[in-house]
């Protein structure tokens, strides 16, 4: 096995460990933050991978209901697996605040979650969502009968232990079962520079070439996939246990396996050469921020996502370059960024503040931000994309 250095990022804070106003006094752990591809498994992966409790704790405070884009995407989701497998029970692993089975539950099916978060799993059980508040695993038995449908959407990618995680799949699935793993797709980070999606949560960044290789050490197969443009752009894969029916193999995977060959995901050059468009990047934003600021005029960041947070620190943005930040996840408002210790606001402070320019931090959301925020141009404001390149909008 050899290890190619993919990223560096120096060292970065927790992303979602963000701060109260009585902790500005108090010291902040940061963590050695860089990731490496495997040539022989092809998977990407944290050269320093914390433990999980550090990461995802009964704090953490990522709701995936405050997008309605997000929303959007899962009731759809929901609506097709019901149409394509019409499942019985329905057991999503990471379920989050019961973004997605709340429209599960809906329309009459059984459900319940894996959180080991209880912030979000709260909220889910307010939904009447029946949540296990826990990691899963190989080892967590699901009680008969077993999921015809298990979803782990947005978290393959959150484990330290992939291959324990995915054995515990084959280990809870029904015979005729059905999985689907959501995650975003290595390719697009690469090709779309989204260097700020690398962090502390993110143990593993993936191709559908090392997802396969990894469901197949556990007795799963991979029978179709399909390409998303959720959270700058994802892959949805469908796997089944081995000796199921459902072993087929639809034309879609051989797409994007050309798609990855093609993109030289399989060899180490491509690796090599993305550390040099970070620091790019790194520098142009920085250049927009301080020609902005040479001229008199103010920024505030719209969002406190966790890719923002590496975003800023690793350029070192702060109070030097913006006001504060807005959010409209109640849990984040009046809480600090780690790091750069900038003010979380409530929206509605940026319409007060009138900021000549608003640095999107979610980007994977901009059209949904922008939209939001199309009022800002009335009094002459601007937005500022940071990826792919940094672009100023007007
Ligand atoms: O994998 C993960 C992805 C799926 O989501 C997790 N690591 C956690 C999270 O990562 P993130 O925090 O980088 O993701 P988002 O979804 O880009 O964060 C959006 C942030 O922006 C949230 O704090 C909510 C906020 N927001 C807002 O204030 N107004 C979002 C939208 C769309 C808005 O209109």
């Known amino acids: 096995m050899s290890k190619v250095l993919f990223a560096n990022l120096g060292v970065q804070p927790i992303p979602n460990n963000f701060l109260s106003k009585e902790q500005l006094g108090d010291p902040e752990p940061f963590y050695p933050l860089s990731a490496s591809f495997d040539t022989e498994t092809f998977l990407v992966q ?44 329905v057991v999503e692993i990471g379920s989050n605040d019961g973004y997605l089975l709340q429209f599960f ?15 979000v799993a709260a909220y889910a059980r307010n939904k009447g969502i029946t949540t296990i508040v826990d990691f899963f695993g190989s080892t967590k038995q699901i009680r008969e009968p077993k999921a015809d449908l298990m979803i782990a959407n947005n978290v393959l990618a959150h484990v330290p232990d992939i291959d324990d995680f995915v054995d515990g799949f ?33 143990y593993s960044y993936l191709s559908l070439v090392a997802v396969t290789r990894v469901l197949d050490r556990h007795d799963l197969r991979v029978f179709d996939v399909e390409q998303l443009p959720v959270h700058g752009g994802s892959l949805r894969v469908f796997a089944c246990l081995k000796d199921s029916k459902r072993a087929t193999r639809y034309k879609n995977i051989t797409v994007v396996i050309g798609l990855e060959h093609d993109a030289g995901l399989y060899k180490p050059a491509v690796y090599e050469g993305f550390a040099k468009r970070v620091c790019q990047t790194k520098r142009r ?56 210790r900038l003010e979380i606001r409530r929206p509605l402070e940026l319409d007060k503040f009138k900021p000549d320019y608003v640095l999107i931090l979610p980007w994977n959301f901009k059209d949904e931000i922008m939209g939001k925020l199309d009022h800002i141009r009335n009094w002459g404001g601007k937005f500022i994309v940071p990826i792919p390149t940094p672009e100023i909008i007007k």
């Open 105 to 119: 539950k809906r329309m009459g099916v059984r459900v319940f979650g894996y959180e080991p978060c209880l912030s």
């Open 285 to 340: 934003l920085l250049d927009a921020l301080i020609d902005i600021k040479a001229y008199g005029d103010t920024i505030v960041g719209y969002g406190a996502p966790a890719k923002g947070n590496t975003l800023l620190n690793y350029c070192g943005i702060g109070k030097d370059f913006l006001e504060f930040v807005v959010d409209t996840t109640p849990a984040k408002q009046g809480m600090y960024l780690p790091g750069s």
């Open 170 to 202: 084959r280990v809870a699935l029904a015979p005729e079962g059905v999985v689907t793993f959501e995650f975003p797709h290595l390719l697009n980070l690469i090709q779309q520079n989204q260097f700020d999606t690398i962090y502390h949560e993110h």
């Open 46 to 89: 944290l050269d320093y991978p914390l433990p999980r409790e550090v990461i995802f704790n009964a704090g953490y405070p990522y709701f995936s209901s405050q997008s309605t884009t997000f929303l959007a995407h899962a009731q759809t989701f929901a609506n097709e697996m019901i149409h394509r497998f019409n499942p019985k029970l």
